[in-house]
């Protein structure tokens, strides 16, 4: 039977997790590859290269990777020196986690716990990196607990897909859906990120992938990096073709709680 106390999209989302387990295979750390993130070029064409670069000096700071999955991104926060914590509510995707870690020979706190509800601490974490994790749930209740258990002044590093433009979301449902993904799951909204971002203060945001890059990648794929590097060009120095970027990175910095708790009272 199942767990009555998981909501139909939380079941959802430990399914589509548990297939991306069966899925993944770990190998040994590409230390070129991780060089990326421990030194990333705050100009870079790719977002979550781009999002590493808005984390700053994190040697000693608490930072949670929220919805960590496999571990990926936890190497280089342990790298660059963090005390980290992953948390994700696939127990099959922790468990990957925890096998790259011990074959790299790193340490981490990593625990099976919805995104809701993360049994941290109020006010004990000084960083949540969270990549690709909003879109696929409530985002009120997501926001409400990052909030809760961010220090005065904590930071959040958010990537998130995102869709604005009507258009292109027409034309992109006119073909099938990938099959990986869960039915409650979409490219966040102008009105979401609005919703998010309320009560904290926007730093930085930048937008990545206009809907030609994965199209011209696959026709031409020894153009990649030239590829990308246009994409960036283009969205930064044209605003007008923001509206149809599929990609955001942000870094929001908690408000004092009087504030933030005032702008949550004005949300839905």
């Known amino acids: 039977m199942p767990d009555t106390s998981v909501s139909a999209r939380d079941r959802a989302e430990i399914e589509r997790s548990a297939a991306e387990a069966r899925k993944t295979v770990l190998t040994e750390i590409d230390r070129a590859e991780l060089g990326r993130y421990l030194n990333p070029d705050r100009d870079s064409p790719y977002g979550l290269e781009y999002a590493f670069s808005l984390l700053g000096e994190i040697r000693g700071m608490r930072v949670l990777d929220l919805g960590c999955g496999t571990g990926g991104n936890v190497v280089p926060l342990i790298e660059c020196g963090a005390l980290v914590v992953g948390i994700d509510i696939s127990p099959e995707l922790i468990e990957l986690a925890r096998q790259r870690l011990r074959n790299a020979d790193l340490e981490a706190h990593l625990k099976v716990a919805s995104a809701y509800d993360t049994g941290l601490e109020s006010g004990s974490v000084d960083?949540?990196?969270?990549?690709?994790?909003?879109?696929?749930?409530?985002?009120?209740?997501?926001?409400?607990?990052m909030l809760r258990i961010l220090v005065k002044g904590g930071v959040i590093i958010l990537k998130e897909p995102v869709r604005f433009?009507?258009?292109?979301?027409?034309l992109r449902g006119l073909f099938p859906a990938r099959k990986d993904i869960s039915k409650f799951e979409h490219p966040m909204t102008r009105e979401e990120i609005a919703m998010f971002t309320e009560p904290f203060e926007v730093q930085r945001m930048r937008y990545f992938r206009l809907p030609w890059v994965p199209l011209v990648s696959r026709i031409l794929p020894s153009?990649?990096?030239?590829?990308?590097?246009?994409?960036?060009?283009?969205?930064r120095h044209c605003l007008a073709t923001?509206?149809?970027?599929?990609?955001v990175v942000m870094r929001l910095v908690k408000r004092d709680s009087s504030v933030a708790l005032a702008a949550c009272r004005t949300q839905p």
Do not use: M, P, Q
């Open 127 to 145: 960083i949540i990196l969270c990549i690709n994790l909003v879109h696929h749930l409530e985002i009120k209740r997501l926001r409400d607990e």
């Open 165 to 170: 433009s009507k258009t292109y979301g027409f």
């Open 223 to 235: 153009l990649l990096r030239t590829v990308w590097k246009a994409d960036s060009w283009i969205l």
């Open 242 to 247: 923001r509206h149809y970027a599929t990609g």
